[in-house]
Structures are given as structure tokens and as C-alpha cells.
């Protein structure tokens, strides 16, 4: 139904910025939600941002608010998630996922990338 790839990940020092990209195949993007998830190695993967269908409503993990800004372009069929500030804990696989609700919870998303990795030095 929804094909979702990621890019724009890699190699960055401590207080860099990175802009990740999540390209969407279908025809009814609009009609999820989407959000952003990261799991480093032998952790869980966690929440990072999550944008509604029309994104008018966004929501960020305590961890990156501030730092991190989640964007979609319907016309383009992407999401976008802009990191600031960015720390070596932040480094991980990140992805993108699509979800009929609008939603904080990883398991109400049906759909999800590859990922792209992501990586802070110090």
C-alpha cells in the first residue's frame, strides 16, 4: 500500500546538522500520519517525532524537542526531519513509519522504511 524510503543519513560531528528525507510511494500519503523512530544498537527502537496528516499538529521525544523538527511536503510525497544540535546518543538507525492515527505509540504504524544511519562523533 505505502512503500517509504529514507535518506540524507551519515556521518556527522557533535553540534552538527543533518536533514533526513523519507520519500513515500502511493497515492494516498496524505491520508497518514507519519513519524520519525531510531534504534541504536541493542537498544529498542524509540519515538522520535510524529507529524499529522495535514501537518498542523507535531510531536517530539523529550530528547530531541528543541533540537529536532519534523516537516512533510504532500506535493513531494516526503517527510523531513531536520536535527540541530546533534549529540553522539543520537546516533542509530533512523526511520520513517506511516500510521492511519496520528500517534506517538510505535505500534500503531503500519509501515515503515529501511532506515538510514546515522552517526555523531565526538
Known amino acids: 500500500q505505502l512503500q517509504l524510503v529514507e535518506s540524507g543519513g551519515g556521518l556527522v560531528q557533535a553540534g552538527g546538522s543533518l536533514r533526513l528525507s523519507c520519500a513515500a510511494s502511493?497515492?494516498?500519503?496524505?491520508?497518514?500520519?507519519m513519524g520519525w523512530f531510531r534504534q541504536a544498537p541493542g537498544k529498542e527502537r524509540e519515538f522520535v517525532a510524529a507529524i499529522s496528516r495535514s501537518g498542523g499538529s507535531t510531536s517530539y521525544a523529550d530528547f530531541v524537542k528543541g533540537r529536532f523538527t519534523i516537516s512533510r511536503d504532500n506535493a513531494k510525497n516526503t517527510v523531513y526531519l531536520q536535527m540541530n544540535s546533534l549529540k553522539p546518543e543520537d546516533t542509530a538507525v533512523y526511520y520513517c513509519?506511516?500510521?492511519?492515527?496520528?500517534?506517538?505509540?510505535?505500534?500503531?504504524?503500519?509501515?515503515w522504511g529501511q532506515g538510514t544511519q546515522v552517526t555523531v562523533s565526538s
Open positions: 502511493g497515492r494516498a500519503f496524505s491520508s497518514y500520519a
Open positions: 513509519a506511516a500510521a492511519q492515527k496520528y500517534s506517538g505509540n510505535r505500534n500503531e504504524y503500519k509501515y
